[in-house]
């Protein structure tokens, strides 16, 4: 892929099962994936948004990267309909069972590869949840890393990326020098929605590269052998009936609300 921006920005994105129809199979406690339609996970959205805006200001190039079956290039078609200039695909059968160490090197060697600045991802998966793999590119590569960002200033001339943290108790600002791997917090920004001539773009005539896990040199190092994380064991817990009561006014609830703590 040839590159001529002054900042490539590389978008991590995930195909994740919607979370209203995903179930678990109680024998190996796993997502049941194919029980829920696939969409892109929420979280992704913001981070999409938060690098577009990093182009209109720094300039440069957005590069959607996901790693998944050939099916999964629907999530990429999404970012590209977003405004994202490209996208690539990493999609090998070695890939199949990584948890967040390979799939963080996988990523992080992609990202790479393409010559990246900013790595700007979504805090987490709204399928998993571990927020292991923004910091995980970061370390895979040696790169600076900005967590929990609200905000991000660009600063090209002098090659950082400034962002507002959200920590205990307030705030903070950080300036880290590229390339740095961001995980930019869920709903910080709104997301644009795709242009009509966008979308149909997407759906007709875009075409993302696709690499493997060979041409990315790490073939021995991803899959389910080499992915440390494990279920030690699941329980799905019993439906608690609640009592329900209606109140005609704000009196009769404190009154109810006194009976129940005092029998308590």
């Not at 695909?89 to 996988?106: E, I, K, Y």
């Not at 242009?195 to 190092?221: C, M, N, V």
């Amino acid at each position: 892929m040839t590159v001529d921006a002054d900042w490539t920005i590389v978008v991590p994105v995930k195909q994740v099962p919607d979370a209203d129809d995903v179930t678990i199979d109680p024998e190996t406690g796993t997502l049941n994936r194919s029980d829920a339609p696939a969409v892109l996970n929420a979280p992704d959205y913001n981070a999409v948004e938060a690098a577009l805006s990093l182009r209109e200001r720094a300039g440069g190039e957005v590069v959607a990267v996901t790693m998944g079956p050939p099916f999964a290039r629907a999530v990429l078609e999404t970012a590209v309909a977003l405004g994202a200039d490209d996208a690539v695909l990493l999609t090998d059968r070695a890939f199949g069972g990584s948890d967040t160490w390979p799939t963080s090197l996988a990523l992080a060697r992609a990202a790479d590869e393409l010559d990246a600045d900013v790595v700007v991802c979504g805090e987490e998966s709204t399928d998993s949840s571990t927020g292991q793999v923004p910091p995980g590119i970061a370390a895979h590569n040696g790169w600076a890393q900005l967590t929990y960002a609200e905000e991000l200033e660009p600063r090209p001339d002098d090659d950082e990326l400034v962002a507002v943290r959200d920590v205990e108790g307030g705030h903070e600002r950080v300036a880290a020098e590229t390339p740095v791997v961001v995980a930019f917090e869920y709903g910080e920004n709104e997301p644009r929605a795709a242009g009509l001539h966008r979308k149909i773009y997407a759906e007709t005539e875009f075409e993302p590269e696709e690499w493997s896990a060979e041409d990315l040199g790490i073939s021995e190092q991803v899959g389910l052998v080499n992915s440390p994380t494990k279920v030690g064991g699941m329980d799905t817990a019993d439906p608690v009936e609640r009592e329900q009561a209606v109140v005609d006014d704000v009196d009769a609830l404190s009154d109810r609300i006194t009976e129940v703590t005092a029998d308590d």
